[in-house]
């Protein structure tokens, strides 16, 4: 036996010993299928053939009412409010480089308390 090492070389040939499968390496007749069917944990549960109605169906029975019954289209739209004067602020260029600003401080200042904003060298 070889395998590849970490380079993707083959390594050299090793003695090795294998265990020769114990399964039988046939097709399996009408009788075993029967057995191994009715010994299955399985065959309980997937016996049974389900006809469960399909997305497809649901939705086209569904347009198909839709059709039938028109609503009437009055759905209302939240109103959009208008930002005030403070939102109008923070979303200019200027509050947003004084936003970042603060922030970027304020974390300095935080990280110096903690004796972990030391200057870098």
């Known amino acids: ?6 380079k993707g070389i083959p390594t050299p040939l090793v003695h090795t ?33 389900i006809d469960g109605e399909s997305a497809y169906e649901m939705l086209t029975s569904r347009m198909e009412q839709a059709a039938q ?12 409010e208008e930002p005030g004067m403070f939102e109008q602020v923070l979303q200019s260029k200027a509050g947003r480089t004084f936003t970042s600003t603060l922030m970027r ?16 060298r």
Do not use: F, H, W
């Open 1 to 6: 036996m070889t395998a590849l090492d970490e």
């Open 17 to 49: 010993y294998l265990i020769s499968p114990e399964s039988r390496m046939d097709v399996l007749n009408e009788a075993e299928i029967t057995e191994l069917t009715a010994r299955s944990s399985m065959v309980a549960k997937y016996e049974q053939a």
């Open 69 to 80: 019954n028109p609503a009437p289209n009055q759905r209302s739209r939240p109103v959009k």
């Open 105 to 120: 401080e304020g974390a300095k200042a935080i990280l110096g308390m903690l004796g972990l904003g030391g200057r870098r």
